[in-house]
C-alpha cells in the first residue's frame, strides 16, 4: 500500500488565509481539510498560545513537528501547516516532491484577517513589528518551499481559492 499524501499543502504566516482557503480548496476538490496547529490542540487537548505559556516554544515545535510528520502521512486532502512549521529543517526536507502553496500576505491585509491579536504567541508585545520580523526571517523559506506563490493582499478567500486551483490545473 503506497503512503498517503496530501493534495496540497498551504504555507504562510498569520493571516495568509491557510485555514479560510484550504476549507474551500477542500470543499471545491471533493477532499478533506486538515490543519497541524489543530492538530497540536487536539493532541495536547489545550490552545498554542497556553503550550508556549507553559512549556515555551521549543517544545511546541517538538509537538509541532511530530503533528506535521503524521498529516504528510496520513492525509490525502488539503493540508496546511502553522506559520512557523517550515522552520524545522526536517520538515522542509520532508516537504520535497509535494505540492506547496505559499499563500503571501502583508501586513496591511493580515492584520486586518487575524487582527494581530496576543493569542498568537509569537506576536505578544508589539504584534505589527513582531510579525514584520517573523516575516522577515521566514519569507526566503516559504518562498523556496512553494511550487505555486499566491499573493492573497486584497483577494476574497474565493479568489485565492480559483487563483491557485488555476496555477494547479485542477
Do not use: N
Not at 502553496?101 to 494581530?116: E, H
Amino acid at each position: 500500500m503506497s503512503p498517503r499524501t496530501p493534495r496540497l499543502v498551504l504555507i504562510g504566516p498569520p493571516g495568509a488565509g491557510k485555514s479560510t482557503v484550504g476549507h474551500l480548496l477542500a470543499e471545491s476538490l471533493g477532499v478533506t481539510f486538515r490543519d497541524t496547529d489543530a492538530d497540536v490542540e487536539a493532541t495536547e487537548g489545550r490552545a498554542i498560545s497556553d503550550i508556549f505559556v507553559d512549556d515555551g516554544e521549543p517544545y511546541f515545535r517538538r509537538v509541532e513537528r511530530a503533528a506535521v510528520q503524521r498529516a504528510l502521512g496520513e492525509h490525502d486532502g488539503i493540508l496546511a501547516l502553522g506559520g512557523g512549521a517550515i522552520l524545522d529543517p526536517d520538515t522542509q526536507a520532508d516537504l520535497t516532491g509535494h505540492s506547496v502553496v505559499f499563500l503571501s500576505v502583508g501586513l496591511a491585509d493580515a492584520a486586518g484577517r487575524v487582527g494581530l491579536t496576543t493569542s498568537r504567541p509569537l506576536l505578544l508585545g508589539s504584534p505589527r513589528r513582531q510579525w514584520q520580523e517573523l516575516m522577515e526571517a521566514r519569507r526566503a523559506i516559504y518562498e523556496g518551499l512553494a511550487t505555486v506563490i499566491v499573493r492573497t493582499d486584497g483577494l476574497s478567500p474565493e479568489e485565492v481559492r480559483d487563483l491557485i486551483l488555476a496555477e494547479v490545473g485542477a
